[in-house]
């Protein structure tokens, strides 16, 4: 991802000398800066939910390889086109390298989550992210060094080079990954689906260790899945990349349903700030030169380097500030105002009395750190089985907001040179999402009891948000062994499964070999019949029971246990040994 950060952002480092190299007018050039961030962006408002359909179907080192020669091959077209003057091929060598580049993301992330899990996973995640950053922050200093010693054209063919090279890592990658594949056998991706679509006479249980990583945290949790017992029938559905897409659209149909009002405030409050990022970094160099820099190009965009730099190392920070000590609702209006300040003080205080950008610049760096902390979010807020839509719209969201703000920048620094209209445009972006992000931690106080702004170092997902979902105590729940459960049928007759006694973050619920009766399997201590209480508070969940001091189960609606228990009317779970759950020692789900 190193060449291809390095790549996308070359344009941006080379504004001016570029505009004097093509020797397009002033409004025409600005138009063209726009359309090259609108043709990478505009695909990937679509292809972030399909693109791991098409990992499940090829596999994530196919989709590498391919995905990273679409992004070189792009790159080269784009280059070919801005040497020979050509604005059609430069805008298709550019549509190539954006059809590539989000795809290789998420290829990228399948092949770290095969190697590294829990606490490695997330500083694996870290280091890649750093890494990408850098390209951005070595781009600012390589690339208008190359234009002003050699050439304009110099610098392009070094981009390029990039790409190659990250393209030649990706070899290596691929080739290590199947080499030892062996050490590290690659686990098949499921779709978790609701147990109300799946007949429960067509259910038997099936354990797959398939780890998510599940909260800012990074810790892995085992999850169980249902799976249909044809299995053969199931690999002839999977054959067809058609039959795929559509299992995905009918998934992403269910998650939009399980995406609240919270969740879509957040991405509006995103997409307001995501407007300021892409398109400030496409002007950056000129405004500087224009208001701080004149006859000063080189020294202009190396400066642009510092709130890359800063975001970059920040970021490490800031995620376990919030993991520990919570505070992301803050977190979401701190980053809201302070691009408000920024770009409100750059646009309208003259050099005169801020002779230097850099502190706002420093300013502006915390703020994109801040606005990369905003994935972690999502988990609290989206069951988990609707995460990969959750993300999905997210990347979306962000594509969009590439897609339009550009052109709006674009028409703005066409009519006004000085820029003072469009740094006026972001600091209003930065207001209204100011506005919004305060109405978010209103509505999570009121409505979530402020579960944004608690910390999340070792919880799992929203219990308020969930479906049978059990939610550990703060404490992790490790090296356990479960403890079966059985659900008791109105007949008294129970049907107990036989589980593998291995290691088990968080309860988990499951079908029974009957194909009838669903089970919870409860992480306890070795000698104990009873969970350990493991926090000095209850755990409370909307619409269903609450935990005591350490573990619930939600089930917001006894009609879904009715409907998920077919033939049985209704279940009772047995928890005489448990203490007290819910208000009565016991609860009916």
Known sequence: MFGNWFAYDTIASLNLPLAEYLGFDNEFYQYLLSLYAVVYSLPNIILPFFGGVLIDRFGPRSIALGFCALTTVGQLVFVIGLVDRSPFWSIVGRTLFGLGGETLSVAQQRITTKWFRGSELALAIGVNLSVARLGSVINDFISPALAHRYSVPAALWFSFLSCAISFAATCILIYCDRKYAHICPERPSHHVVDARDIPLESVKPHLAHDPITNGPDGDDIDQLHLIPTNQNAIAEQSKGLRDLIAREVFILRQGFDSLGRLYWLIQLVMMLLLFTTVPFNTIHSAFLCAKYYPNQQEYAAQIMAVPDTISAVMVPFIGTFLDHRGHRAHGIIASSVTVFIVHFVLGAVPASILPTPIPALIVLGISYALLLTFMPVIPLLVPAHHLGCAYGMSTAVSNFSWTISPVIVAGLAASDPTYFKTEMYFAACGLLALFLSIY??????????????????????????????????????????????????????????????SRTRAPQVFASSSGDTLAAALPVRVGSTRPESRSPSPVRGRGGAIGSQGLLFNAPQPEFVEEALRPATLARVSLDSWGSWGSDGEDDL
């Open 440 to 501: 978010v931690n209103h509505l999570d106080a009121r409505d979530n009891n402020g579960l944004l702004n608690k910390p999340s170092l070792g919880s799992s997902v929203d219990p308020a948000n969930s479906k049978w979902t059990a939610v550990p105590s703060s404490d992790q729940l490790d090296d356990e062994p479960t403890q079966v459960i059985s659900v008791q049928h109105n007949d008294m007759s129970k049907h107990p499964i036989a589980l593998d006694q």
